[in-house]
């Protein structure tokens, strides 16, 4: 098998011995050669300029990240100086102690009243003073035996006395049954009697011929007052709305008690409409 030749052109000459040479086909496979040589030169060249051009991507993709990186380490570094700029420096608080206000306080003599006690059980200090002692004495009478610092301007230490504070009841809790329930004014036919007096009856609900019981829920509070009236069995919206416009407008009732104090009670009323 022989070797191609790109750039020989002597075959042309042996394709075309004997033939018409002036013919265009014979001037176009005479260039061959050159147009190879010419392709080859721009294949190698454009192979170069791939080339140069990923290694000279490669080398400014390099000196952009030091170059971040060096813009980095300058804004950490400033801030850092700015961090040490803020830190101010704390000097040292001096306390002054305040000076003890002394009280003044007159001596005095422990007052005994009168009670009836066998010899041995009384103590000296506890034993009445006459009335020449209390005379002779330039001390005031007090609740206690007391050694004062001023007797011209002093005073007499009286004895605090602590009241121990009532048992605290949940305030904000709700019951549902306590000792003593809560009642409306009057009682229950009261109540009833007064819901009836108060209802209007909502006309949707008189021109569609719809009637029942509404039950509804509401909280009596501490003082009496209704709060928090809310619809537990619905007949009709029109019917929901004039039960809690009624039921809010409620006078006091006499609140529940628990142990003693009131507390909040939750209660549930039954509200009847019903056409004539």
Request: charged share 30%.
């Amino acid at each position: 098998m022989s070797k191609v030749d790109l750039i020989n052109d002597g075959w042309v000459d042996l394709v075309f011995e004997g033939k018409n040479q002036a013919y265009g086909a014979y001037r176009l496979r005479k260039d061959t050669g050159k147009r190879n040589v010419k392709a080859l030169i721009y294949v190698i060249l454009a192979i170069i300029a791939i080339f140069l051009f990923f290694i000279a991507k490669v080398s400014i993709q390099n000196a952009m990240k030091q170059d971040v990186a060096i813009e980095t380490d300058v804004e950490l570094s400033k801030i850092a100086q700015k961090k040490e700029a803020k830190v101010e420096r704390k000097e040292p608080v001096v306390q002054i102690e305040q000076q003890k206000v002394v009280e003044k306080v007159k001596s005095s003599v422990k007052f005994t009243a009168p009670e009836i006690k066998k010899d041995d059980e009384v103590k000296p200090e506890d034993e009445i003073k006459s009335q020449d002692d209390l005379a002779k004495t330039n001390t005031a009478i007090g609740t206690f035996d007391v050694k004062g610092n001023d007797e011209a301007e002093g005073e007499v230490l009286k004895a605090k006395e602590v009241i121990a504070d009532e048992p605290k009841v949940e305030e904000q809790k709700v019951f549902d049954v306590v000792e003593q329930m809560p009642e409306f004014p009057g009682g229950q036919a009261a109540l009833l009697k007064w819901i009836s007096d108060h209802i209007k009856y909502p006309a949707v609900a008189e021109e569609n011929g719809i009637q029942g019981r509404v039950v509804a829920t509401f909280v009596v509070e501490r003082d009496g007052s209704v709060t928090d009236v809310k619809i537990a069995r619905s007949i009709d919206p029109s019917l929901d709305k004039e039960a809690i416009r009624v039921l809010k407008q409620m006078p006091k009732w006499i609140p529940g008690k628990q142990n003693g104090a009131a507390v909040r009670v939750k209660y549930t009323v039954p509200v009847t409409f019903k056409l004539q």
